[in-house]
């Protein structure tokens, strides 16, 4: 990562403001929330080039080879309740799904034969394959949000021909798209300016939009889809989403259920 | 809640003997306590009632009783403290460590990981406690007091309520 390029282009105020860059670092989740803990500021920036122990879910891993992708964790410090907050999830991925938008309308000529699409919570796909992955962490002491970090895997520059054989199937890079490179330090600018732009609106308006514009790109609704749960697994109907950012569906026995933490798969 | 609802709930916490009455719901919450500094003459109720922002629909109705502050005191707390009022007095000292949100409560970071907390450890006040996961958004809880843990309400991978108690602590 060019750091000075980063710096030069950077139109925010205050994301970015403070920016730690590490050729190398356990994982960027974790080393903000170890910032934040030590009082950094909201807008703080983490930036690596290779994690050492990226995560996704559950401990999983998220795999990018050194110096390809994108790997960056941004530091929050929400006024709101973290009830209204935790939509801040699904709000992310309209952020990620928005640049990736503006970066292929201006990169490519066939912007029009690619779907840009949401899985619930907050996958981006190209073409139903995932791009990018958001993983957020908070602390809390009792309902006061403390730090809230949200940490972005998106797929640039590594194509899938060489993505480990368990994800290509379901995996996609920017670069598959575009047949070229994507100048990294200017897709990074352009998602902390988006990211800063909607998160003063966000906290402004006390996360009110946030289902309604997530809702108009999941191409899931309606559909059959395999839910998992730490409980089991079952099969029912995807229905909505709620204020909350809940998924609703309705069981095969005809039960309406609200998923609030959990993974969804297409039946 | 409307104002005449208000003043009903603040006569009937007058005319009791209970000097708190605090009532959750989904959009409101509504605290009324007596005035404890001067019981003789200016017994009369204080209101607060701020909005809540619940994740759920349907909140359980709380209704706390403590004992009266002023007044005439029931006459067997002059009595020499039976077992029952033992039990209440320790439960004073236990500090319920609840759920901010609906979610998953996970005991540790990761599913091969240790506990963060086990009964019987001793905590510090900022020690993360548990995590409680919604909508991919992993919240790590913090202990607002030091002590020691006595009880875990939930087991590992769990769903939980908004406010849904997870943790006794006994307090230092």
């Not at chain 1, 000075?4 to 590490?22: E, W």
């Not at chain 1, 690619?114 to 992955?133: F, Y």
């Not at chain 1, 994800?167 to 990294?184: E, F």
């Not at chain 2, 843990?149 to 230092?172: D, G, M, S, W």
Request: net charge neutral.
């Amino acid at each position: 990562m060019n750091i000075d390029q980063i710096k030069q282009k950077l139109q925010t105020n205050i994301f970015g403001d403070k920016l730690f860059y590490y050729e190398e670092v356990d994982s960027t989740n974790a080393r903000t929330l170890q910032l934040a803990r030590e009082g950094a500021p909201e807008g703080t920036v983490v930036l690596t080039d290779f994690q050492k122990k990226g995560k996704g879910r559950l401990n999983r891993t998220w795999f990018a080879p050194k110096g390809e992708n994108l790997l960056v964790s941004v530091l929050l410090r929400p006024e709101q309740e973290i009830t209204a907050v935790q939509k801040i999830t699904l709000a992310m991925a309209n952020i990620v799904l928005e640049v990736l938008d503006k970066h292929l309308k201006s990169e490519s000529k066939t912007r029009e034969a690619h779907t840009i699409s949401l899985k619930w919570p907050n996958d981006v796909l190209i073409d139903h394959k995932k791009v990018a992955g958001i993983l957020s962490e908070s602390i809390l002491k009792e309902k006061h949000i403390e730090a809230l970090v949200i940490g972005f895997g998106i797929n640039l520059n590594t194509p899938v021909k060489q993505m480990p054989d368990e994800i290509k199937a379901t995996t996609i890079s920017l670069i598959d798209i575009l047949g070229k490179p994507v100048n990294r330090e200017r897709f990074l600018c352009e998602l902390l300016l988006l990211l800063e732009k909607h998160y003063t609106s966000l906290e402004r308006s006390n996360y009110k939009n946030v289902v309604k514009q997530w809702k108009k790109h999941c191409p899931d609704i309606g559909q059959k889809i395999i839910i998992t749960t730490p409980g089991g697994q079952e099969t029912g109907t995807f229905q909505d989403i709620n204020k909350f950012g809940y998924l609703v569906y309705q069981t095969d026995d005809g039960i309406r259920k609200e998923l609030n933490a959990g993974e969804i798969r297409k039946a | 809640m409307d104002l005449k609802q208000i003043r009903q709930l603040i006569k009937m916490v007058d005319d009791s003997k209970i000097d708190a009455l605090e009532i959750e719901e989904e959009s409101y919450k509504i605290k009324i306590t007596k005035n404890r500094d001067d019981s003789k003459s200016n017994n009369k109720p204080v209101v607060m009632e701020y909005p809540i922002y619940s994740a759920q629909g349907q909140i359980p109705q709380q209704i706390q009783h403590q004992p009266p502050a002023g007044g005439t005191p029931p006459a067997e707390t002059k009595a020499t403290p039976t077992a029952k009022e033992t039990d209440q007095d320790s439960s004073e000292n236990l500090y319920e460590v609840r759920s901010p949100m609906v979610g998953t409560f996970y005991r540790a970071p990761a599913p091969d990981a240790d506990p963060y907390v086990e009964v019987g450890d001793s905590i510090a006040v900022g020690q993360t406690l548990c995590i409680v996961e919604a909508m991919k958004l992993m919240n790590e809880i913090e202990s607002e007091v030091g002590g020691k843990i006595r009880k875990v309400l939930v087991e590992n991978a769990q769903p939980v309520e908004y406010n849904q108690v997870l943790f006794l602590v006994e307090k230092t």
